[in-house]
């Protein structure tokens, strides 16, 4: 198998360890142990079940990973389309995953106040559950901010994929309409007060499209003659500007 077809190929296996280390870290474990808007059986769920907390932390962990890999694979594969775009969308998802490496720092937070050892001794049980509650809330709009930074890799992409040429100008279509969604939702969620739930207009056509990428990856890869030929076309510039 040529590099362009197998950097593809892997880039789509990332993409589905991302998306199933999301859903244990963003939707199973949560939906199991926080309880919105009652702070003390949140804490009651923790404390009684810090394994499957710690779950979501190498869940999140295992994404953080994956994104840094992805980030350059995605970068290599583009980049005969336009190397300074391309070096934009990897830029940007690199900025996003540092930003959701950071925002992890409010779930060890979360863990020493819960244990109730060391300096989480110093907080009353009402204190400790608003403190809790406040380091739940800032991982929540932590990683929002870092979903902001992730709409310029998206509309990136989508104009990368168009312009391509080996990979379906239709797959590039979807992440422009999906990157409106992500920035439409990630502002929303930090200055609109109240807003929580992305609507089912903006979630399906990001779902769609983080879905119909990753699954061509897998199963097409690229059109490698065209990859080359793109590539032939971004190389001979570079030499006569040499």
């Known amino acids: 198998m040529s590099f362009p077809k197998r950097n593809a190929r892997i880039a789509g296996v990332l993409y589905i360890v991302i998306a199933a280390a999301a859903v244990v870290a963003h939707m199973y474990v949560p939906s199991n142990l926080i309880v919105p808007g009652d702070s003390a059986t949140t804490v009651a769920n923790i404390a009684a079940s ?3 907390f710690r779950l979501g932390i190498a869940g999140e962990f295992v994404i953080l990973l994956s994104e840094v890999v992805l980030s350059v694979l995605l970068y290599v594969l583009l ?3 336009n190397s300074t775009i391309s070096l934009l969308a990897m830029a940007s998802r690199l900025v996003m ?3 959701h490496g950071l925002n992890l720092l409010n779930s060890y ?6 244990s109730g050892t060391g300096l989480a001794l110093a907080f009353d049980a009402a204190q400790t559950n608003a403190l809790v ?3 739940l809330d800032a991982h929540h709009y932590g990683f929002g901010i870092g979903i902001l930074f992730l709409t310029i890799h998206v509309f990136a992409l989508g104009y990368l994929i168009v312009r391509s040429g ?3 100008r239709v797959l590039g279509y979807l992440f422009l309409v999906a990157g409106l969604g992500y920035l439409i939702d990630s502002t929303a969620l930090l200055l609109v007060a109240g807003y929580e739930t992305t609507p089912i207009y903006l979630m399906l056509p990001i779902t769609i499209s983080e879905i119909a990428f990753p ?3 897998l199963i ?3 059109n490698l003659e065209r990859w080359n030929e793109r590539m032939r076309q971004a190389v001979g510039p570079a030499i006569a500007a040499d």
């Open 133 to 135: 509650s406040l380091f």
């Open 109 to 114: 937070f979360v863990l020493m106040l819960v």
């Open 215 to 217: 699954l061509w990856l």
């Open 79 to 81: 980049k005969p389309v």
């Open 166 to 168: 080996y990979f379906p």
């Open 97 to 99: 995953t540092t930003i």
């Open 220 to 222: 097409r890869g690229l």
């Open 50 to 52: 810090g394994t499957l």
